[in-house]
T-cell receptor, first 114, second 112 residues
Framework: DAGVTQSPTHLIKTRGQQVTLRCSPK?????VSWYQQALGQGPQFIFQ???????QRGNFPDRFSGHQFPNYSSELNVNALLLGDSALYLC?????????????FGSGTRLTVV | GDSVTQMEGPVTLSEEAFLTINCTYT??????LFWYVQYPGEGLQLLLK?????DKGSNKGFEATYRKETTSFHLEKGSVQVSDSAVYFC???????????FGAGTRLFVKA
């Protein structure tokens, strides 16, 4: 049973560019949450997608946007990249009926902005 | 707002030593509490959880008890191994809030 799959695993971008990160949830899960983990810190909630809509959003600017597809996979888009956006981006999926509880995390995408 | 505070690391122990990592929380409601572990280069794995006061979560020799009166959820293990070296995160989830809030993490080094 495949867990949560994220791609790419590593990415280097230049300031001002745009980036798209992808996540395939664990089989049977319908909710996807995205987190940003800066070096040496705990994960910070970006947003959660359920039924193809953003259900909850953390304290992140509009440069961060997302999408969920009918097959429950999700994308995280970041526009106008800043050096401070360098971090590990984690995707977590949750099973139906849990309201976002019961996370299974992917291994993350390491984004470096230069 | 809702938050989690855990002891700063790194914590360095010898193999077979006793481990305690302190965690306290602030929440407006009655959260579920978790400990996650992160090994180098990997995502987070759920270690244990407790959903109501006085519940004890346990897994792989680790334990934590949900203490509502002290708003704490300290992680303990009686005898650590080198393979326990990782970063440990305390976290809370409020039903209806849809998000999990994490502490800053505590790095554990276990020496042989």
């Amino acid at each position: 049973d495949a867990g949560v799959t994220q791609s790419p695993t590593h990415l280097i971008k230049t300031r001002g560019q745009q980036v798209t990160l992808r996540c395939s949830p664990k089989s049977g899960h319908d909710t996807v949450s995205w987190y940003q983990q800066a070096l040496g810190q705990g994960p910070q909630f970006i947003f959660q997608y359920y039924e193809e809509e953003e259900r909850q959003r953390g304290n992140f600017p509009d440069r961060f946007s997302g999408h969920q597809f009918p097959n429950y996979s999700s994308e995280l888009n970041v526009n106008a990249l800043l050096l401070g956006d360098s971090a590990l981006y984690l995707c977590a999926s949750s099973p139906p009926g849990t309201g976002g509880l019961g996370y299974t995390f992917g291994s993350g995408t390491r984004l470096t902005v230069v | 707002g809702d938050s989690v505070t855990q002891m700063e690391g790194p914590v360095t122990l010898s193999e077979e030593a006793f481990l305690t990592i302190n965690c306290t929380y602030t929440a407006t409601g009655y959260p579920s509490l978790f400990w996650y572990v992160q090994y180098p280069g990997e995502g987070l794995q759920l270690l244990l959880k407790a959903t109501k006061a006085d519940d004890k979560g346990s897994n792989k020799g680790f334990e934590a008890t949900y203490r509502k009166e002290t708003t704490s959820f300290h992680l303990e293990k009686g005898s650590v191994q080198v393979s326990d070296s990782a970063v440990y995160f305390c976290a809370l989830f409020l039903t209806g809030g849809f998000k999990t809030i994490f502490g800053a993490g505590t790095r554990l080094f276990v020496k042989a």
